[in-house]
């Protein structure tokens, strides 16, 4: 695909933090209005990654473009979402002050404030103070936050951790919904099994990417149905080389 058509290009990306490379040389583009993985355990860079595609990560080396601009760009800042691992929202305020703060700072209304609750399945909390939920519901009222403003590209780390299984697939359902609207979203987990729900699949292990390819591809590439065997052969595949 041509660079400027993805909504993310990466070619031979580093970033060093001290004496440590974290990230060797990764490349790849990811198509807009797709849903890709980034999938591997943890300490393996998925989060200094998905800090670089937002402009937040130093030391950052290689070409890393974003929408057709390079990552961190002010021209970004309302197209692109992020949602970290540790909740982004004010423990003191309710869940629906936090919302309605930050669609203020969009220049949104409250309707849209309330649709990103319904989206996350939050309206029965809107409430409640963030301090008394739980680590999963504190999780949902940031991925609302991150929903505000339909940006084009969501990158969302770990945003299912800690969550029910039904929830986990509502919200998966809700990440193809977007992605059918038109929004690109890079999905990371250390859950293997996730990377079925994903049109496409980033492999990392300590700092490499290992494969870009889709679910069904790995799984014929090292001959199993089974997820996490399939990362664990292509990880003795490439120790093998």
């Known amino acids: 695909m041509e660079h400027a058509l993805a909504a993310v290009h990466a070619e031979r990306v580093r970033i060093v933090r001290g004496s440590v490379e974290v990230l060797r040389d990764v490349s790849f583009e990811l ?14 860079g998925k989060s200094t990654l998905m800090r670089a ?38 423990a003191d305020l309710t869940v629906r002050e936090n919302l309605a703060y930050f669609a ?58 800690g969550l029910d299984p039904l929830l986990r697939r509502e919200l998966w359902d809700l990440f193809g919904e977007l992605a059918a609207a038109g929004a690109t979203l890079l999905v990371s987990s250390h859950v293997m099994d996730e990377a079925r729900r994903c049109e496409q699949v980033l492999l990392l292990r300590e700092g490499e990417l290992l494969a870009h390819t889709t679910p069904a591809g790995l799984m014929a590439d090292t001959g199993t149905a089974d997820l996490d065997e399939a990362f664990l052969r292509l990880v003795a595949a490439g120790a093998r080389r």
């Not at 198509?31 to 393996?44: E, F, Q």
């Not at 950052?60 to 309302?78: C, D, I, K, M, N």
């Open 31 to 44: 198509a807009r209005g797709s849903v890709t993985g980034l999938l591997g355990p943890s300490g393996c």
């Open 53 to 90: 595609l937002v402009g937040v990560q130093l030391n950052v080396s290689g070409t890393l473009s974003v929408l057709g601009l390079r990552a961190g760009s002010a021209e970004l800042r309302h197209r692109v979402a992020y949602l970290t691992q540790a909740p982004s929202v004010y």
């Open 104 to 161: 203020s700072i969009l220049g949104l209304r409250a309707e849209d404030a309330q649709l990103a609750l319904r989206r996350v399945a939050l309206t029965a909390l809107e409430g409640q103070l963030v301090r008394r939920l739980s680590g999963g519901e504190k999780a949902r009222v940031s991925l609302a936050s991150a929903l505000l403003g339909d940006p084009e590209l969501l990158v969302l780390d770990e945003p299912t951790v």
